[in-house]
């Protein structure tokens, strides 16, 4: 029977890792892992999470299963984390999942439940993620335009031109903040526009929120979301704590479906813990209780917002150095965009050629669509990145 499984693509990130891995520069730098890292290069356990690590350590007795579709405290925290009071917690059915992919691929399979002709559509540029889990589902995906090269700003005229064909029973895939690649954001009279949208034709929002307070702040990264959540009839919202709590490798998410009819909560709930069943039985706890813990403790959560905070001001100082070296040496602002970006990422702009001597040349490791992390950065190689960017005529 195996032979007759086909070759599958390599993942162009995890052959980029490998690469780097094997490249014997010193100099080497890698922009391309969407991964948070520090000036040194790590990726820290924060603080308030390993506080809290260490009383679960202390307390915990047990490590039978959690319920079907988790800890509902986990849910509450993290709904009142990313909701705030846009939307009444009965309103809010929630599972929780491996990870913000295991609640993206989720989302789509429910969207598939409620309607088995539902089409997709997915920003161009997006997480290229989205599009391998729709791909391998078989779902229609259609891309609408967001992202302008040539400004690197958000092409909005072009994107509601594309979404002007959406329909009932379609799905709108939306990033909540932080746009990944592109660090392209909506502002929120651009979001009242597509939710006027939505309620115009009747397609069902999807938000992917994986950034929440990398960008402009806890809040400021959740208006948009909230904007949506408490303006359609319905919507789905895929949420990853993997980046604001460092906890990647605990797998740690959660899908919401929310109804401004309380009594749809029943049967969305049902049907997210019936995907859950079906796809992984009971989630991962670990990774979910410490964000609970964290949520939920004054003290913690005070420690927690702050070392966000350190993060989001790094990397916008580390947006300006670029941006400003990159001024310095072009002696033009054509790269100006990099500091109004928000989040991780950014997308230089430069062709699959330019990326190629990048790297060849200069060590430097970017994604083939020329995101960069802006994470992979510090003080000392924001130069040396400026320099190669330069050098290599882009």
Same mark, same amino acid.
């Given at each position: 029977?195996?032979?007759?499984?086909?070759?599958?693509?390599?993942?162009?990130?995890?052959?980029?890792?490998?690469?780097?891995?094997?490249?014997?520069? %010193?100099?080497?730098?890698?922009?391309?892992?969407?991964?948070?890292?520090?000036?040194?290069?790590?990726?820290?356990?924060?603080?308030?999470?390993?506080?809290?690590?260490?009383?679960?350590?202390?307390?915990?007795?047990?490590?039978?299963?959690?319920?079907?579709?988790?800890?509902?405290?986990?849910?509450?925290?993290? &709904?009142?984390?990313?909701?705030?009071?846009?939307?009444?917690?009965?309103?809010?059915?929630?599972?929780?999942?491996?990870?913000?992919?295991?609640?993206?691929?989720?989302?789509?399979?429910?969207?598939?439940?409620?309607?088995?002709?539902?089409?997709?559509?997915?920003?161009?540029?997006?997480?290229?993620?989205?599009?391998? &889990?729709?791909?391998?589902?078989?779902?229609?995906?259609?891309?609408?335009?967001?992202?302008?090269?040539?400004?690197?700003?958000?092409?909005?005229?072009?994107?509601?031109?594309?979404?002007?064909?959406?329909?009932?029973?379609?799905?709108?895939?939306?990033?909540?903040?932080?746009?990944?690649?592109?660090?392209?954001?909506?502002?929120?009279?651009?979001?009242?526009?597509?939710?006027?949208?939505?309620?115009?034709?009747?397609?069902?929002?999807?938000?992917?929120?994986?950034?929440?307070?990398?960008?402009?702040?806890? %809040?400021?990264?959740?208006?948009?979301?909230?904007?949506?959540?408490?303006?359609?009839?319905?919507?789905?919202?895929?949420?990853?704590?993997?980046?604001?709590?460092?906890?990647?490798? %605990?797998?740690?998410?959660?899908?919401?479906?929310?109804?401004?009819?309380?009594?749809?909560?029943?049967?969305?709930?049902?049907?997210?813990?019936?995907?859950?069943?079906?796809?992984?039985?009971?989630?991962?706890?670990?990774?979910?209780?410490?964000?609970?813990?964290?949520?939920?403790?004054?003290?913690?959560?005070?420690?927690?917002?702050?070392?966000?905070?350190?993060?989001?001001?790094?990397?916008?100082?580390?947006?300006?150095?670029?941006?400003?070296?990159?001024?310095?040496?072009?002696?033009?602002?054509?790269?100006?965009?990099?500091?109004?970006?928000?989040?991780?990422?950014?997308?230089?702009?430069?062709?699959?050629?330019?990326?190629?001597?990048?790297?060849?040349?200069?060590? &430097?490791?970017?994604?083939?669509?020329?995101?960069?992390?802006?994470?992979?950065?510090?003080?000392?190689?924001?130069?040396?990145?400026?320099?190669?960017? &330069?050098?290599?005529?882009?």
């Amino acid at each position: 029977m195996f032979e007759n499984l086909k070759a599958q693509p390599a993942d162009k990130i995890l052959a980029l890792m490998q690469a780097y891995k094997e490249d014997p520069r %010193e100099t080497k730098i890698d922009l391309g892992v969407g991964v948070y890292k520090n000036a040194e290069g790590v990726t820290p356990v924060m603080r308030a999470v390993k506080t809290a690590e260490k009383r679960l350590w202390e307390e915990e007795t047990t490590k039978s299963y959690v319920a079907l579709a988790g800890d509902p405290a986990f849910s509450d925290a993290l &709904i009142a984390l990313v909701l705030g009071d846009a939307v009444e917690r009965e309103n809010v059915a929630a599972a929780a999942t491996p990870g913000g992919t295991g609640a993206v691929r989720h989302a789509f399979e429910m969207a598939r439940m409620a309607n088995p002709d539902v089409r997709v559509f997915v920003s161009d540029p997006t997480w290229p993620n989205h599009l391998s &889990i729709l791909k391998f589902m078989g779902l229609p995906t259609i891309s609408y335009r967001y992202f302008d090269s040539d400004t690197g700003a958000v092409d909005f005229d072009g994107m509601m031109e594309d979404l002007a064909q959406i329909k009932k029973g379609d799905l709108v895939l939306l990033h909540g903040c932080c746009h990944n690649p592109s660090g392209a954001n909506l502002n929120l009279t651009q979001w009242q526009a597509v939710v006027d949208l939505l309620l115009k034709t009747g397609a069902t929002p999807m938000i992917d929120i994986a950034y929440q307070g990398f960008g402009d702040g806890l %809040e400021e990264d959740a208006a948009g979301t909230r904007l949506v959540a408490s303006s359609v009839p319905e919507c789905l919202i895929a949420a990853s704590c993997s980046k604001n709590f460092g906890v990647y490798r %605990e797998r740690t998410g959660l899908l919401m479906a929310v109804s401004q009819d309380a009594s749809a909560r029943e049967l969305n709930q049902g049907s997210l813990a019936y995907l859950n069943r079906q796809n992984f039985s009971f989630p991962p706890d670990h990774g979910a209780r410490l964000v609970t813990m964290v949520l939920t403790d004054e003290a913690l959560r005070a420690d927690w917002a702050s070392e966000v905070e350190d993060i989001r001001k790094g990397l916008l100082d580390l947006r300006e150095q670029l941006a400003g070296e990159l001024q310095r040496l072009s002696g033009s602002d054509r790269f100006g965009f990099i500091a109004q970006h928000r989040g991780m990422f950014s997308r230089l702009g430069c062709t699959p050629d330019q990326v190629d001597t990048l790297r060849r040349d200069h060590g &430097i490791y970017l994604v083939g669509d020329s995101r960069l992390n802006i994470a992979g950065l510090n003080k000392t190689t924001v130069p040396i990145l400026a320099k190669a960017i &330069i050098d290599s005529g882009i």
